[in-house]
């Protein structure tokens, strides 16, 4: 049977220079923080135990760790430091250990597999992932000697021929759990950075005639996030990610680059996405669903064979049944739309329920609030709305009611009623042209006092 894997992510670091007052972990990428990304890809290994650890006082790292428990490293003082941290939380495990950092989101769970399998099989008392750096300066180099891998030099310590070398630590190392105490331990600070190097476990194992193996993966996995041009570069690879998953998932997008999605974003089958679209936290899209370009999603449920805007906007707490249509500047806040409902062209329905098969007319407000509470419209099924119609809530609209276009619904209508919610309009015949005399004489007086006005200045 083999053994279990354990997780140790890093994220105790400073990140200072992503001038924030956010810890740098919990920036987001895809509407997730940057840890989560490293959880989720780490909790797909289905390992024992995932243990974090971050600095003094970061309670809001430690939260986002949850329910996973976190070691409190007590000062930056290197990536073997950190590690070392860890150790009380990793007590009575003796299967590998994989450490990963916390600010390196774009590792696939394929890649710490990959590791994972290939340190058993070697027999590896240490090995890290590999890749090949385009610019090699700011990693650490793998030297490599005989298919093992002999020591990890960093940077600022490397002699001219050690620079040289472009197959860069990515910082995922996997250690033997019966010998890390003892390999963490041994780790000390006689370098240019006076830092516990973590990557120094290598030297240490050979030492002990233990075997240390690199496994080389792509360098696009492996960017750290130190900046917010990193942050940036980072989002455009997971975006892309999570665009070619959503296609080879059978949704058809127009022009994927224009298309933005959060990690949780889910799709039926045959969904048509037009361009512009972006997808908030929280959205679900059932099969053969079209959403047009420009529209703006986020905590919504919306069901099969819909159609939805362009430019329409969805907020969170809706839920858009089958077959709704919502059109062009519709904005939805808090609102179900019943299935095969109509709202075509600018309105907002905010804190609203709309019945199965009812049609709201262009200009509808929802008015939900009164400058201290929200309140909710109800509109049963097969209503209709008439244009430019103000539902002051709380108002309830029954069954098969008609609002005329205009009106100001202030009380509930019953089911199967007509309301006129507007004031009676009056024509007078034939009194057009009287009228228009009026406004010219009207008209004419004014400029008449301009001028005299300005001829006196
Ligand atoms: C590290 C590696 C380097 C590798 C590079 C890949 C070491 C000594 N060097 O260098 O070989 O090529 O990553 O990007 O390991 N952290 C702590 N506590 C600390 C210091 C760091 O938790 O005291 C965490 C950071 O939050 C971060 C991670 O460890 O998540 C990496 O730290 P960083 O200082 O960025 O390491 P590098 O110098 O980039
Ligand atoms: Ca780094």
Redesign the pocket.
């Known amino acids: 049977m083999k053994s279990p894997i354990a997780v140790v992510v890093?994220?105790?670091?400073?990140?200072t220079r992503m001038k924030s007052a956010l810890p740098?972990?919990l920036h987001p990428l895809a509407n997730l923080p940057m840890v989560a990304h490293v959880l989720a890809n780490a909790a797909a290994l289905k390992p024992s135990r995932i243990v974090g650890?971050?600095?003094p006082g970061a309670t809001r790292v430690a939260e986002a760790f949850a329910p996973h428990p976190t070691a409190v490293?007590d000062?930056?003082?290197?990536?073997?430091?950190?590690a070392r941290a860890a150790l009380g939380a990793l007590k009575g495990h003796d299967g590998p250990v994989l450490v990963v950092?916390?600010?390196?989101p774009l590792v696939t769970t394929e890649s710490l597999r990959k590791l994972v399998a290939a340190c058993g099989k070697a027999r590896a008392a240490v090995g890290v992932l590999g890749f090949t750096a385009r610019d090699p300066s700011?990693?650490?180099r793998l030297i490599v000697e005989g298919g093992e891998l002999v020591r990890?030099v960093?940077?600022k310590d490397a002699d001219a021929a050690e620079r040289a070398v472009d197959f860069?630590?990515?910082?995922v190392m996997c250690i033997d759990g019966r010998l890390i105490a003892k390999l963490l331990g041994a780790i000390r600070d006689d370098n240019v950075k006076r830092?516990?190097?973590?990557?120094?476990a290598v030297r240490i194992a050979r030492a002990a005639g233990h075997k240390a193996i690199a496994v080389a993966g792509a360098e696009a996995e492996?960017q750290?996030i130190?900046s917010r041009v990193e942050l940036a570069v980072a989002e455009q690879a997971l975006q892309q990610r999570l665009r070619h998953a959503a296609m080879l998932g059978g949704v058809t997008m127009t022009d994927p680059g224009t298309v933005w999605l959060s990690a949780d974003t889910k799709f039926g089958t045959d969904v048509t996405i037009g361009p512009n679209v972006r997808f908030g936290p929280g959205v679900t899209v059932g099969a053969n669903t079209v959403i047009k370009a420009f529209c703006d999603i986020e905590g919504a449920r919306i069901g099969k064979g819909a159609i939805i805007g362009p430019f329409a906007r969805i907020r969170p707490g809706s839920d858009v049944a089958d077959e709704a249509h919502i059109g062009n500047f519709v904005e939805l806040k808090a609102t179900r739309m019943g299935r095969g409902a109509k709202a075509n062209h600018l309105a907002y329905l905010g804190d609203a329920d709309i019945g199965r098969g009812s049609n709201i007319g262009a200009g509808t407000i929802a008015v939900n609030y009164d400058g201290y509470g929200k309140h909710r419209t109800i509109i049963g099924p097969d209503v209709f709305i008439g244009s430019n119609s103000s539902l002051v809530a709380p108002v309830k609209v029954g069954r098969g009611a008609n609002v005329t276009a205009g009106s100001v619904v202030t009380e509930d209508v019953p089911a199967d009623a007509v309301a006129f919610g507007r004031a009676r309009q009056v024509t007078k015949k034939g009194r057009a042209a009287a009228l228009r005399a009026k406004l010219r004489d009207r008209a004419a007086v004014a400029r008449k006092a301009a001028a005299e006005r300005s001829s006196k200045k």
């Open positions: 890093l994220a105790a670091g400073a990140g740098k972990v650890v971050i600095a490293q000062r930056p003082l290197g990536t073997g430091h950190a950092f916390g600010d390196a700011p990693y650490g990890i960093e940077s860069c630590n990515s910082g830092e516990f190097y973590l990557t120094d492996f750290g130190n």
